[in-house]
């Protein structure tokens, strides 16, 4: 930003606005089909962009989605991280074009697109129905039954651990007897770990409290705002439901079971490495970021339990905005990428883990073990996990804003420690009012 | 800028019409007084499209409700300049830019001189020297902000292990505002100092050695003439420099964005920088155009108001009290340059 001149800084938000959008590809121009052609399948040879981010896993179905529609070229255009996809998303939806023809979006964001569900295709289609988990459906349609987007993949939640940390406190080590231990509520969850605290000299018990934090908010159904049509706020100070669990995961972070990292720091990197913390709650996605992370560390294993019932963390859908030129042909292709067979090999290639039933009973899936994890059957408890979540919150237009103030409160006392608890919760109070 | 005037009109055709010639004579005057401006019209033209509309379109958008998505929501006046200069977080994101900015620019500008000064010297392997300070510049900001970060880590870094190896206690760098300042501005300099020092430099050698030499049989110490005459012949790099760095300084965004994974500037904003708040209203949480742009106005009328000052104290600081350029007279004042 240093060498740029002054106009250009000043003026970086109406320049992104109309700017950037003309930089981003737009899909290949395609002779207009004359109306005589099924709506579905081209006559003539057209290109079909794809956004994705991270690792969705689709690099090798593209070719052959091409095998089986030979007019239909697909290229994947691929952003970093989400935050890069959102961005491209929101310009792309303001200016009315620039956008992919199949685009992925991530849960986390999802509230703040449907606001404009105008501007996306309705995807509704009896031959779909009853593909997908109930609340992953459930995430992607409006109020007035319009769905927006084909669910991908789900973050079911585990618990990791590390066995030889156990081992050495006393604790069981096997997964199905650490699940028993583990118990079935959060409260049991942070008895196990001042037992384990006890005997492990300054070893936290869990990496991070604004980790337990997402764990605990995602069972709450309408955690910051009541529910649709309309988001209404609930204001921080009256947030009861809110404050108890902040407070719960305060005490167990002054009771010393926390390890003071916040998650995706350096520190946090690190502590894989040195013995940091003992256990984790980890969505399906987080066994590849864990094995990355602690490379040439053994003991890792995963606990087919989660405390307070089951959880989701994350997960994607794939949209089809309306603004582009063959939208029959991309809804086609959405619909087939997000089918479970495309999904499950989606899982194999980066393991982002199917959302839809018919996968979850599937023998490839339920097969997949993981050898860092001690060989454990991932594929079949993941899959229990995913059928144990009951929950999921209601995420408003301003849940990741709300979410954030939070996460900065917990933060500031775990890991900053700049600020007490009750300070912390004051500033979180006045940040979430400036949202409005 | 060749300019063909009638005068000199080519000799060889034979007499030709009065009228034609003076046609000629119009038509080269026009050349010669249009030229210029065509030459440089391109520039102005995109400047134009790329500068000067944005600018005025921000503002246009800064008295609407704007949202990222949902566009124009019609005339707010001057509500979002309201609600922005009501915003605790407004006010400490404007106090952090300004701390990151001293904390980078002063030690910069006189490492810089100084580091100019040794190369100016007479070194062996000349360029190799003078490239080496440029070599940080060349490397990405994204790259220096991972590397930075790693070794500032509060628990694991490099830096603590250096402080706690010799006894001192470690610092929380991600934690306490003041030192997640200097944590970055170590960063900026990091990369920024070189740069200006080879600037500096250059202006250093045009100074004519005579002037120099001159101080030098006048009994000058080094110090001396170093004050005396380098440091207010290099006043019009001086000013250059320290403008462009306080438009660059005030508008920092990459380092402070990349001084952690999530980039909002710590959980309590203790690196948050005027233009990552900028960042956050617009794109971030709030999704607002309409507030993102009165920030970035007020930010823009700050620049402006902090260049002309700068330029104020920098022309007072740097000149010896009067416009002359004679270095004998700068030599002969008793005061002459003192910082």
């Given amino acids: ?436 | 800028m060749s300019a063909p005037s009638a005068v000199t009109a080519p000799p060889s055709p034979p007499p030709q019409p009065a009228q034609r010639a003076a046609w000629r004579s119009s038509l080269s005057q026009l050349d010669v007084r249009t030229a210029p401006y065509v030459y440089i019209a391109p520039f102005f033209l995109l400047f134009a499209l790329v500068g000067l509309f944005p600018l005025v379109y921000t503002a246009y958008v800064s008295v609407h409700e704007w949202g990222l998505i949902t566009g124009d929501q019609g005339f707010a006046g001057l509500a979002n300049y309201a609600y922005v200069l009501n915003q605790p977080r407004f006010w400490q994101a404007m106090g952090n830019t300004f701390s990151i900015f001293l904390l980078s620019s002063v030690p910069q500008l006189i490492l810089a001189i100084f580091i100019a000064a040794v190369l100016d010297a007479n070194l062996r392997a000349k360029t190799f020297w003078r490239m080496g300070v440029l070599v940080p510049y060349v490397v990405a900001p994204v790259a220096v902000g991972l590397i930075f970060n790693q070794m500032f880590a509060d628990q694991s870094g490099f830096v603590n292990a250096v402080l706690t190896s010799l006894g001192l206690p470690p610092v929380g760098w991600h934690a306490e505002s003041f030192a997640s300042h200097v944590a970055i501005a170590t960063m900026v300099n990091f990369r920024w100092t070189g740069y200006n020092a080879l600037i500096l430099l250059a202006a250093m050698q045009a100074i004519p050695r005579d002037v120099i030499e001159a101080a030098v049989v006048d009994g000058a110490s080094r110090l001396r003439t170093f004050f005396s005459i380098t440091i207010p012949m290099l006043r019009p790099t001086l000013i250059f420099v320290i403008i462009t760095s306080t438009i660059g300084g005030l508008q920092i965004f990459d380092e402070p964005r990349m001084f952690d994974q999530i980039g909002l500037g710590g959980n309590d904003r203790q690196w948050m920088t005027i233009t990552m708040y900028m960042y956050e209203l617009g794109w971030g949480s709030q999704r607002d155009f309409g507030r993102a742009s009165a920030v970035a106005w007020i930010l823009f009328l700050v620049i402006i108001t902090f260049a002309l000052l700068n330029f104020w104290l920098t022309s007072r600081i740097a000149s010896s009290g009067s416009a002359t350029t004679g270095a004998s007279r700068l030599m002969r004042k008793t005061k002459g340059g003192k910082r």
């Avoid at chain 1, 052959?64 to 255009?77: A, C, F, G, R, S």
């Avoid at chain 1, 969850?189 to 605290?197: I, M």
């Avoid at chain 1, 005997?199 to 910051?224: E, H, L, T």
């Avoid at chain 1, 454990?376 to 408003?396: M, N, Y």
Wanted: charged residues 20%; contains cysteine; aromatic residues 8%.
């Fill in chain 1, 1 to 436: 930003m240093r060498s740029h001149t002054l106009l250009r800084g000043t003026a970086a938000a109406a320049v992104a606005a109309f700017l950037l959008v003309g930089c981003s590809p737009a899909s290949a121009p395609s002779p207009s089909a004359s109306g005589s052609a099924a709506p579905s399948e081209p006559t003539e040879p057209i290109t079909l962009t794809v956004s994705v981010f991270n690792e969705m896993g689709y690099e090798g179905l593209v070719g052959e989605y091409t095998k089986l529609h030979p007019n239909v070229t697909v290229k994947l255009d691929r952003a970093a991280t989400s935050d890069e996809a959102r961005e491209k998303y929101m310009s792309g939806i303001a200016a009315g074009s620039g956008m992919a023809d199949v685009a992925a979006v991530e849960v986390d964001w999802l509230p703040e697109i449907m606001e404009s569900a105008d501007a996306l295709t309705d995807l509704t289609d009896p031959e779909v129905e009853g593909r997908w988990l109930d609340w992953k459906v459930a995430q992607a349609t409006t109020a007035d039954g319009k769905l927006v987007g084909y669910g991908t993949d789900i973050g079911p939640e585990g618990v990791c651990y590390r066995a030889d940390l156990f081992e050495k406190a006393g604790l069981p080590t096997d997964r199905d007897e650490v699940a028993k231990a583990l118990g079935s509520t959060w409260d049991d969850y942070f008895a196990l770990g001042k037992q384990f605290s006890a005997k492990s000299d300054g070893v936290g018990w869990y990496d991070s409290a604004d980790a337990i934090f997402q764990g605990m908010v995602n069972q709450v159904a309408n955690p910051f705002s009541s529910t649709m049509p309309e988001e209404t706020l609930i204001p921080l100070d009256q947030n009861t439901e809110i404050k108890a669990i902040y407070d719960k995961i305060m005490q167990s972070s002054a009771d010393g079971l926390s390890a003071h990292l916040q998650q995706w720091q350096p520190d946090w990197q690190n502590a894989f490495q040195n013995n940091g913390f003992a256990t984790m709650l980890c969505p399906g996605w987080m066994l590849g970021v864990i094995e990355g992370n602690a490379k040439g560390v053994e003991g890792w294993d995963i606990a087919p339990t989660f405390p307070g019932g089951g959880g989701n963390w994350g997960g994607s859908f794939m949209t089809v905005p309306s603004q582009g030129k063959n939208i029959d042909a991309a809804k086609e292709l959405a619909k087939w990428l997000t089918a479970p067979e495309q999904q499950i090999a989606a899982f194999k290639a980066k393991g982002t883990f199917p959302s839809q039933v018919e996968a979850l009973t599937s023998q490839d899936l339920l097969s997949v073990t993981n050898a860092f994890f001690n060989d454990a059957p991932t594929g079949q408890i993941l899959a229990d996990r995913a059928k144990a979540v009951t929950v999921v919150p209601f995420k408003g237009p301003n849940y990741f804003a709300y979410r954030a103030a939070i996460s900065n409160a917990i933060n500031r006392v775990d890991v900053d420690k700049t600020d007490t608890p009750e300070e912390s919760w004051a500033t979180a109070v006045s940040d979430v009012s400036a949202l409005g």
